[in-house]
């Protein structure tokens, strides 16, 4: 998912979203451990993706904060 994307989802959507990438993380962490895992490269590719949704959640929280003062 691109950034652009991730921004043009609604909070609620972006909150879903996250819970859904960390379990799925979770799950192929669990597949790795277990020699269960075919492609590698998934893990950082989605720990890439979470860190980017967690990204625009912050921005988010410090433009509500800015906005307030």
Not at 5 to 26: D, M, N
Not at 57 to 63: I, V
């Amino acid at each position: 998912m691109k950034v652009e994307e991730i921004r043009a989802l609604s909070p609620a959507e972006l909150a879903k979203q996250l819970e859904k990438a960390h379990e799925e993380l979770f799950n192929l962490r669990f597949r790795a451990v277990t020699k269960q895992l075919v492609n590698h490269r998934e893990i950082p590719r989605l720990r890439k993706e979470i860190a980017r949704m967690k990204t625009v959640q912050r921005e988010r929280e410090l433009a509500e904060i800015n906005s307030e003062e």
